[in-house]
C-alpha cells in the first residue's frame, strides 16, 4: 500500500496528560505524533484526535495539541474508536479509506481500533514510532498483531514523503524547510 495524501486520514489515539507519564517511549511518542500531524495538516490531509475517558484521563496533551492548527478531538467511550457510532459514521463520510494511525495505548485502544478499521473495510498504517505502550513488549506484540491482520508498519519520513510525491514542489520547499530538515539527525526507537 502506497500512502496518498488525498484519501489519507491521521488518527492519533489517546495520546493523554494522565497517560503520558506511564508510557514506555511516550514523549517520543508525543513529538511523532505532533511531527506527522504538522506535515499532514500542510498537505491537507485529516487530523482526528481521540481522547478516552478524559474526565480520568485528561485531555490530549497540550505539546500536541498546540503542535496542530485544526485537529477534530473525539471523545469516545468504548476502547475502538470505531465502535463510536459518531466517529465510524463521520469517518465514512470523509471518503478516506487509508488510516494512519498511532497513539495509547498500543495493545488496547490503537490495537482495538486498528483491527476494527481493517474489518470495515480500510487499509491501516500502524506509525511505528508513534504508537507506546506501558511495557515495550506489548506495544511490539500489537504491531505484529495487526500487521497479521492486514496493517502495515510505517515511519512517519515514509509517510510524509509518500505524502509529498515530488521534490519540485513548492509545498516540499516549505514542508522541508518547516519539518524534514531538523529531523534528519535525530535518533528514533523502534520496537
Partial sequence: MRMHRDTSLLLIVDLQVGLLPVLATGEQAV???????????????????????????????????????NPRVWRKTHFNAHAEPDFADALADTGRRQIVLCGAEAHICVLQTGLALLEAGYRVAWLTEAASSRR????????????????????????????????DDARFKDIHRRFLKERASRPLCFD
Avoid: H, K, N
Fill in 136 to 167: 515495550p513488549a506489548e506495544a511490539s506484540l500489537a504491531r505484529q498483531r495487526v500487521e497479521r491482520a492486514g496493517a502495515q508498519a510505517v515511519s512517519a519520513d515514509m509517510v510524509a514523503y509518500e505524502w509529498l510525491e515530488r521534490c
Fill in 31 to 69: 513529538e511523532e505524533a505532533s511531527w506527522m500531524g504538522g506535515v499532514a495538516e500542510a498537505l491537507g490531509v485529516l487530523v482526528w484526535l481521540t481522547e478516552q475517558y478524559p474526565e480520568g484521563l485528561g485531555e490530549s496533551v497540550p505539546s500536541l495539541l498546540a503542535s496542530l492548527e
